[in-house]
């Protein structure tokens, strides 16, 4: 099993910057290839952000594209989202996810391990 937990989340004025981190231990942490993020806002589906690969391989949505940046530290078996010139739309709870398998990394379906979310609010 692996378990995630999020870090990092806050209140943060619209413009403000914030760094999620995400953790990932347990006995298979080992077997993670995939690392990724997702957002879920009130009264919204799961979107999903960014994802990276033990390479640094990363792929992002097309509307994380310039202001977020996703890295990896695999050493610390964690993954990191910098979030700049956030805005009010991007309230929500995010998510840390891992191992991914199927086609397509945006499906929050595809992802086996989740954590439980650390909430950002960003007033305007």
């Known amino acids: 099993q692996v378990q995630l937990q999020e870090s990092g989340g806050g209140s943060v004025q619209s413009g403000g910057s914030l760094r999620l981190s995400c953790e990932a231990s347990?006995?298979?942490?080992?077997?993670?290839?995939?690392m990724a993020w997702f957002r879920q806002a009130p009264g919204k589906e799961r979107e999903g952000i960014a994802t990276?690969?033990?390479?640094?391989?990363?792929r992002y949505a097309d509307s994380a594209k310039g202001r977020f940046t996703i890295s990896r530290d695999n050493a610390k078996k964690t993954a990191y989202l910098q979030m700049n010139s956030l805005k009010s739309g991007d309230t929500a709870m995010y998510y840390c996810?891992?191992?991914?398998?199927?086609?397509?990394?945006?499906?929050?379906?595809?992802?086996?391990?989740w954590g439980q979310g650390t909430q950002v609010t960003v007033s305007s």
């Open positions: 990276i690969n033990q390479v640094g391989t990363i």
């Open positions: 347990g006995p298979y942490t080992y077997t993670i290839v995939w």
């Open positions: 996810a891992a191992e991914w398998s199927g086609d397509n990394w945006l499906k929050g379906s595809q992802w086996r391990y």
